[in-house]
C-alpha cells in the first residue's frame, strides 16, 4: 500500500477539497460534495498511480474522511480522472499556465 496524506484545502458546509500527497509529491486531488441524498466524489490522480493506489484513495474518502463529517452518505459516486496536471490558474497571483508573468 501506499503511503499517502491527505491534506485539506478546502472546506464548506457542503464540500471539501484535499490534496493527496506521497511523501512529499502531489499525487492527486480530491474534490466531495455532500448532498442530502448522496456524496459525489471527483479524484483526479496522476498518470504513474496504479489501480491498487486509486482504490486506495476512494477507499479513505469513504471510510475515513465521509465518515468523520458525520453525514451519512447515501448514494456514493465517484468519478476518476488519471492524466497530469497542466496548471494551475488563479486571479490573485496573475500567472499565466506555465507560471510565468502576463
Do not use: W
Request: hydrophobic fraction near 35%; glycine fraction near 6%; charge should be negative.
Amino acid at each position: 500500500m501506499a503511503d499517502l496524506k491527505f491534506e485539506r484545502e478546502v472546506r464548506t458546509p457542503y464540500s471539501e477539497a484535499y490534496l493527496v500527497m506521497e511523501q512529499d509529491r502531489q499525487v492527486g486531488r480530491v474534490d466531495i460534495h455532500f448532498t442530502p441524498e448522496m456524496v459525489h466524489v471527483a479524484v483526479s490522480v496522476d498518470e504513474s498511480l496504479t489501480q491498487e493506489t486509486i482504490q486506495q484513495i476512494i477507499d479513505t474518502v469513504d471510510e475515513d474522511i465521509v465518515d468523520a463529517v458525520g453525514i451519512h452518505r447515501g448514494n456514493f459516486v465517484v468519478h476518476v480522472f488519471q492524466g497530469r496536471e497542466t496548471g494551475v490558474f488563479s486571479d490573485e497571483n496573475g500567472l499565466s499556465e506555465n507560471g510565468s508573468d502576463h
